[in-house]
């Protein structure tokens, strides 16, 4: 649908993240139809609204001069050749740096109280912003404030995805009802595959080699690497707990995409990771077992009427035994894993699937073959799957400000409330183990 309003004016995704996130109301319903109708498709891209390199743009950045966002922009000597730097340092279409550029200038003099009428004499005396008039040096320095500059803004694309799939689920947001019906059309046009796509590709993906060169460029790279795949994964666990249901296809699917980084442990980035990457590694091999988790949809076998529906209220289709055999084939690798240090999350992941097969054998035997469940929940003990769902049940509550920490937790405790249903624990100190996950 497209609105008779004029959008408000264009900001960045970090002011337009906080306030769906803060739920203000800061335009009309029908302006912010008309936002989703220009920049929806922007956002829903998530990181593949950052284009890479190409030749079109760079032969525009070279020329000197070139029409952009409304504007004729003018280009001296040394800003094209910082911008076709931070175009080739970070892999990044020119246009874009040349934006990520601006941008950060802009942030710059937002926190200055002098404004004059161009950004730079050989940058912007064609633009219609009003900011001061500076002597930049293209160096180093900014070099790294742009990269940071720009690095936050994808990181915003994500939290702003993430604040969407949750707005649309609260029917007091000032903008629900758009946001219901955007998010609907976002299900429709396969956007939990295109997240998911994008997870796949930043797990396996290597910092710039251009970065190499510079330890400390590098270690900032993998840094922001592992963020974005913790964002990314965030929003697809968002998107399979409540927005967007699933099928077991689907569980099948991330499976599939997740294992060759044995979901999240295996990281090309490992040797620059300093003590921070290493907490954001934990979150990440956590969400990676999370969205595996939430994409099963324990919680509608726990609910044995017959009548069970997905979060949207429309009735849970039975799950088809080909999807069903695919997860537990996807799966059957990681049955060899010894219990070693980096696997306790998979243990997690093995027992929501054993819990998984062996409801559904109870259910239907006809169509699931019992027995299916035994050697998942096994090596699921093995690796100690209870000790770490209660170490992660203790770290979310760390962060009383997440707004995601409450679903994460109920997709854990799901877990163990199916497994206690399910499975006859006799011995004392694998209940205890079980008890503790509630505990916390």
Not at 59 to 75: H, I, Q, T, Y
Not at 124 to 150: M, N, Q, W
Request: net charge negative; proline share 6%.
């Amino acid at each position: 649908m497209t609105s008779e309003a004029a959008a408000p004016p264009r900001r960045s995704r970090e002011e337009i993240y906080q306030d769906i996130e803060l739920a203000r109301p800061f335009c009309s319903g029908q302006q912010f139809q008309a936002l989703l109708d220009r920049d929806g498709s922007d956002w829903a891209a998530c990181l593949d609204s950052f284009k890479p390199k190409n030749s079109a743009s760079r032969a525009k950045v070279e020329s000197g001069e070139f029409d952009f966002e409304g504007s004729r922009a003018r280009l001296g000597k040394s800003e094209k050749a910082f911008i076709l730097r931070l175009s080739d340092d970070l892999g990044l279409d020119e246009l874009q740096s040349y934006a990520a550029l601006r941008g950060c200038l802009r942030e710059r003099l937002r926190s200055s109280s002098v404004t004059a009428p161009a950004v730079a004499a050989g940058t912007a005396a064609a633009t219609k912003d009003p900011t001061p008039v500076l002597s930049i040096a293209y160096d180093d320095d900014l070099l790294d404030a742009v990269c940071a500059f720009h690095f936050d803004d994808r990181c915003a694309a994500l939290r702003l995805m993430d604040a969407v799939l949750r707005a649309s689920a609260n029917p007091a947001h000032p903008f629900a009802a758009e946001l219901t019906a955007y998010v609907a059309g976002l299900a429709r046009a396969g956007f939990a595959a295109t997240v998911l796509a994008q997870a796949a590709r930043a797990l396996a993906a290597r910092v710039p080699p251009r970065a190499e060169t510079s330890p400390r460029r590098a270690a900032a790279c993998a840094r922001q690497a592992l963020q974005e795949q913790k964002l990314l994964l965030t929003v697809l666990f968002v998107a399979h707990y409540d927005a967007m249901p699933s099928r077991p296809a689907d569980c099948a699917a991330i499976a599939t995409a997740l294992a060759p980084s044995r979901f999240g442990w295996v990281q090309p980035n490992s040797p620059l990771f300093d003590a921070d990457c290493r907490d954001l590694w934990r979150d990440v091999c956590f969400l990676c077992v999370l969205v595996f988790v939430a994409a099963l949809n324990l919680e509608l076998l726990l609910d044995d009427r017959g009548d069970r529906q997905n979060g949207d209220g429309t009735p849970a289709a039975p799950p088809d035994p080909k999807d069903v055999d695919a997860i537990r084939r996807s799966l059957l690798p990681f049955l060899e894993l010894s219990a070693v240090s980096g696997d306790s999350h998979i243990g997690l992941l093995l027992l929501a699937a054993g819990a998984f097969f062996q409801k559904l054998s109870d259910l239907d035997p006809a169509r699931f073959a019992p027995g299916a469940s035994a050697p998942f929940v096994s090596r699921a003990f093995d690796l100690g799957c209870l000790r770490y769902a209660a170490s992660s049940l203790e770290h979310l509550s760390l962060d009383p400000d997440d707004p995601n920490a409450l679903a994460q937790k109920s997709v854990v405790r799901g877990v163990l409330t199916l497994c206690l249903e399910l499975f006859s624990v006799a011995d004392e100190t694998l209940f205890g183990e079980f008890l503790a996950g509630f505990a916390v």
